[in-house]
């Protein structure tokens, strides 16, 4: 089997011959670097600007939800303002339907008065005239008979009554003075 390539493996490979620089392991020379980039972090003052950039982020956003605090309460306040005026508006419209509808109920009430007092004036004018038409028809009547008697009077005083008849009736009188 002289032909059989060779296989290699990582196992086979000493520890001596891994990458280093200086000297350092791997692992060593990734622990230095972090170091070092913190260090200039913290000499750029990265962590300051980190802070005060989240800082001014939770500022900004606690003014949002200060403002969102008062929008709500303001538009809190305008529902129960409106919620208000509509219970007054609707407690309004009741007052007035109530209201017109008293008003029409006097306007009937008053209009079957006049009417009712209406027709009794009528009447009472009526009766009245008919009163009127009877009292002037028995003047009539009593007129009409008193003419009635007058003649017929004249008449029997001129057939039965004479001088002898008119010496005698004075005669009374005188006496019954």
Known sequence: MSNAPEVFT?????????????GLEPYQIVSISMV?????FVWKKV?????GGLDAKIASIREQLDEAKKLRAEAEALRDEYST??????????????NARHEAE???EKAEADSKALIERRKRMAEDKIAAAERD????????????????SRK??????????????TDKVIAGI
């Not at 029997?156 to 009736?169: C, G, P, R, V």
């Open 47 to 51: 962590p300051g600007m980190i802070t």
């Open 36 to 40: 070092v980039l913190i260090a200039i």
């Open 156 to 169: 029997l005083i001129a057939e039965k009554h004479d001088a002898s008849a008119d010496i005698s009736l």
């Open 85 to 98: 005026k509509i219970a007054n508006a609707e407690k309004d419209a009741e007052a007035m339907i109530e």
């Open 106 to 108: 006097a306007l009937v």
């Open 10 to 22: 990582t196992t086979d490979i000493p520890e001596s011959l891994g990458p280093s620089l200086w």
């Open 137 to 152: 028809a028995i003047d009539e009547v009593r007129a009409t008979a008193a003419r009635a008697a007058a003649t017929a």
